[in-house]
């Protein structure tokens, strides 16, 4: 019989994050990479939520609220950010946006 | 319990909402336009919700719907409808790029797996283990009750400085 165990969600939370990631270094606009960046926090999430089932503790969901609760805060500030980036340079791709860049 | 053959349903439906999460996750890598993007990261995130509810979490499952899929997702539209972004012309990835994505993807693999393999998974779900939104709020409000308050003057802050940063002239 095939149980489904820690590993399995371990498993899946690694894929979903190394999506993320790999979503942030290849894609070229910068809401694709704040999404992408989303992504990799679900997939903290999952892991934190796994672990707290499996050892039958209940601070890892109480983390997975303030986890939640400072992406709610941080999503805000940085499509602000974003917005304010476009109505100075119109444009949203990060390969234009290279002030900074020597 | 219902059971098909020598899977479980609970078991069947972890594979189903595993899939789906991943595979929305690869779409919304995938596609060029961003509000396609957005859609399957809504996708991605209630499916996420139901793998949530597999694990008794079941609190966090209609938070994950409420913020994310809800608040969350509709700011990201409301921000892709303001700066009205085309759909990504084709540019050239560059080779680059790539190489540094799969090193980096495969570094973390690396890591996860030889721990993964160094650490016995001893833990399994204990059946009287209660989750419910009551133990929660609970744990909450006594044990937890100062990060909760400072979480809510850290949302108070974010307010105040999305409404500063989203002025006409920055000065």
Same mark, same amino acid.
């Given at each position: ?102 | ?58 609190? %966090?499952?209609?938070? @994950?719907? +409420?913020?994310?899929?809800?608040? $969350?997702? #509709? =700011?990201? /539209? ?60 609970? %744990?909450?409000?006594? @044990?937890? +009750?100062?990060?909760?308050?400072? $979480?809510? #003057? =850290?949302? /108070? ?15």
């Amino acid at each position: 019989m095939n149980h489904v165990g820690l590993e399995h969600y371990l498993a899946v939370s690694f894929l979903l994050f190394a999506l993320g990631l790999f979503g942030v270094i290849i894609r070229r606009n910068v809401l694709v990479i704040y999404m992408s960046l989303e992504l990799m926090l679900n997939a903290a999430n999952l892991a934190l939520v796994a672990f707290s089932r499996f050892n039958n503790n209940l601070d890892g969901q109480v983390f997975v609220f303030f986890t939640i609760t400072v992406a709610a805060a941080e999503v805000a500030v940085g499509l602000a950010l974003i917005v304010a980036l476009y109505r100075k340079r119109q444009t949203a791709h990060v390969e234009d946006l290279r002030t900074m860049k020597l | 319990m219902l059971e098909f053959g020598t899977y479980k349903m609970a078991d069947v439906l972890f594979y189903i909402f595993a899939g789906l999460t991943l595979l929305c996750g690869i779409m919304m890598l995938v596609s060029r336009n961003p509000v396609n993007s957005a859609m399957f990261l809504v996708l991605t995130i209630a499916s996420l919700a139901g793998l949530f509810v597999l694990l008794e979490a079941f609190f %966090l499952a209609a938070i @994950q719907i +409420l913020v994310y899929a809800g608040a $969350v997702m #509709v =700011l990201f /539209l409301f921000v892709i409808m303001l700066l009205d972004l085309k759909a990504e012309e084709r540019r050239r990835l560059k080779i680059l790029g790539i190489a540094g994505g799969v090193i980096s993807v495969g570094a973390i693999g690396a890591l996860f797996f030889k721990s993964l393999a160094q650490t016995p998974l001893t833990a399994t779900r204990s059946p009287d283990f209660h989750a419910g939104t009551i133990d929660l709020g609970k %744990l909450l409000f006594s @044990q937890y +009750l100062l990060p909760f308050e400072i $979480v809510s #003057v =850290l949302l /108070l802050v974010a307010m105040v400085g999305v409404i500063l940063l989203s002025k006409k002239d920055l000065k």
